[in-house]
């Protein structure tokens, strides 16, 4: 009872966010501090092995961190200097397994019945309040199924009931919508959407497509290694990159060094060298931790950067002109990927043009052609 | 039919199964789930019993249970009378004759439920006796069923281990695999076929039991 009255407790006061520190090195590597605040989707974004499930298991309790301090729910989970570890049953959380978990030998309705809590009295009660989540997750009618007899989109709906069963304080998501077909994906994420209104606890979700955190994730957090390299809203986080290897994690491809001329201010821009080019990049607050004559990296987005049309001329092309040199065209779906050799830089330069461009100024490999860089969206990084 | 002989088996085979299955069941989740140093070493220690030749066994726990062994010498103590010849000798012999029946059966099921299932018990708020009652138990349950008939049936069929623990004593160490041995050497062949022959259908019907009944259980669930 007292872990329910606490609970209760924090619920009304503020403190209902995570907060999580951890640090190992062995066996595998974690450097990582997260918040999360109650009815906020953090999204932990990375390659496959990148360490970010166990960050997902070391908050469930299932493996404990050298060294850290997690805390929800206004409860302190872990604590390696006081000696706290709290075991998983003892944490109120609610977790969605990739392969789902679910009891083999029980229906869907005894596996979301098994997770409530103890406080729930009598049969007809857990078995009431167990049907109510199944029909929360969509599965009226399926409560005496076995999981063996679900798809694989109503097991992690059961699975996905069976963590909100237990009133939890966080919710967990690992990988949720990897072992569904595409169509069965775009459903799920967007009951997750609808579902996740209602709850006010944080949620932590984690994958390794970026396009599903950006979707689902109010914030996302970039793990390489255990280490959380940038966190922010997704559109910070990929469209200004705090280093080069986020950026490359987020997937620019151009990305090349340059060297700061002068730095810009209110109404005036600051200057970049690059292969023999000044390059004009509206100017930032942040661009005065790159002092005239630093080496530096910097970005453009792909479509980001203007053909000048052949035949017809217009006054955009003196935005940062570049001329270069068609190396290939690669037609992606109604985009055509164009990539350029410019004169004294090693690694290409990519632009996107849609189909009928290309065929309109009839390009073709080992053309010489004309582009602008837009100003605004040049983005600097340390070197 | 001897019936005192098949009583002998009968009540070793109840004793063994009562004492050595529990036993086996902790030692085999310790072993399923447990990574600990060593874990190799008790691990083949306790599935010797299944490749050395039972007289083997039989002449190393004679030896222990002995009066001029530590082991023997303290039973002595306890309850007044040796450990050797007798009934309880027989069953402590049986017991770790059929220690890897009781374990490797159950330990095989403890590994095949997947660690993200029980991990999720876990996270369902389970302790970890809840979870053991409601969800390690059901799932390996086909194979701790094998482990009680195959320890049963087995026990009811050892020969020499039972022999040179127990000796041939009727209506205390004679079981009926002895039983058997004994009328074949006194050329009483009809009563040796009647026993073997119970002795045949019985371990016939146990495995067909256990059969039938994984099959069963493994169509639950699924």
Not at chain 1, 55 to 84: K, M, N, Q, S, Y
């Amino acid at each position: 009872m007292d872990d329910i009255a606490t609970r209760a407790a924090a619920r009304i006061g503020e403190d209902t966010a995570l907060n999580a520190r951890m640090r190992q090195a062995q066996p595998i590597p974690l450097n990582i501090t997260l918040h999360c605040a109650a009815g906020e989707l953090l999204a932990l974004v990375g390659p496959s092995g990148s360490g970010k499930s166990t960050i997902l298991r070391a908050i469930a309790g299932l493996v404990r961190p050298h060294e850290g301090r997690i805390a929800c729910a206004g409860a302190v989970w872990l604590d390696t200097d006081r000696g706290v570890h709290l075991p998983p049953h003892r944490r109120p959380v609610g977790i969605v397994f990739q392969s789902y978990a679910l009891f083999p030998h029980m229906t869907a309705l005894e596996n979301v019945a098994s997770a409530l809590p103890p406080g729930t009295e009598g049969r007809s009660e857990r078995m009431h309040e167990a049907t109510r989540l199944l029909a929360r997750v969509h599965l009226e009618g399926l409560e005496a199924r076995r999981p063996s007899e679900l798809s694989g989109g109503q097991q992690q709906r059961v699975a996905l009931a069976r963590a909100l069963a237990r009133r939890p304080a966080i919710l967990l998501l690992d990988e949720p919508f990897s072992a569904v077909d595409e169509a069965t994906r775009k459903r799920l994420q967007s009951e997750l959407l609808s579902l996740r209104r209602d709850l006010s606890i944080p949620i932590l979700l984690v994958t390794h497509s970026l396009e599903e955190a950006s979707l689902l994730g109010d914030r996302l957090c970039l793990v390489h290694r255990g280490r959380g390299l940038q966190t922010g809203a997704p559109a910070d986080v990929i469209g200004r990159p705090r280093t080069a290897q986020v950026a490359r994690l987020v997937g620019h491809t151009n990305l090349f060094e340059g060297q700061i001329e002068s730095v810009g201010a209110a109404g005036r821009p600051t200057i970049l060298r690059w292969a023999g080019h000044r390059l004009e990049v509206a100017h930032r607050p942040d661009h005065a931790a790159h002092p005239p004559g630093a080496r530096i990296r910097w970005l453009i987005p792909p479509d980001r950067i203007l053909l000048h049309q052949r035949v017809r001329p217009s006054r955009g092309e003196k935005e940062n002109p570049v001329e270069a040199e068609i190396e290939s065209l690669l037609a992606i779906g109604a985009l055509v990927r164009v990539t350029l050799r410019v004169a004294g830089e090693a690694n290409p330069l990519a632009l996107h043009l849609p189909a009928h461009v290309v065929e309109r100024n009839s390009l073709r490999v080992a053309d010489r052609i004309g582009v602008s860089l837009l100003a605004r969206a040049i983005h600097l990084m340390p070197a | 039919m001897d019936w005192t002989a098949l009583n002998v088996s009968l009540q070793l085979g109840f004793w063994t199964v009562l004492l050595a299955c529990p036993l086996g069941l902790a030692l085999a989740r310790l072993l399923a789930y447990r990574r600990f140093p060593g874990r190799r070493i008790v691990e083949a220690t306790l599935a010797m019993p299944l490749v050395l030749p039972p007289t083997v066994i039989g002449y190393y726990l004679l030896a222990t249970f002995g009066r001029d062994a530590a082991p023997g010498r303290l039973w002595e103590s306890l309850t007044g009378h040796p450990l050797a010849f007798t009934f309880e000798g027989l069953v402590a012999a049986s017991i770790i004759a059929n220690i890897p029946f009781a374990i490797q059966p159950v330990q095989r099921a403890f590994e095949a439920i997947p660690r993200e299932v029980r991990e999720a018990a876990a996270c369902s708020g389970m302790t970890p006796w809840t979870a053991f009652w409601r969800i390690d138990l059901p799932l390996a349950w086909p194979g701790i069923v094998t482990a009680l008939v195959f320890v049963f049936a087995h026990t009811l069929g050892e020969f020499g281990v039972v022999l040179m623990v127990g000796g041939n004593i009727p209506g205390a160490t004679q079981t009926l695999s002895i039983a058997i041995y004994d009328r074949v050497q006194a050329f009483d062949d009809a009563a040796a076929g009647q026993m073997a022959l119970f002795l045949l259908a019985f371990s016939f019907l146990a495995i067909a039991a256990i059969l039938t009944l994984s099959e069963r259980i493994g169509r639950r669930h699924g």
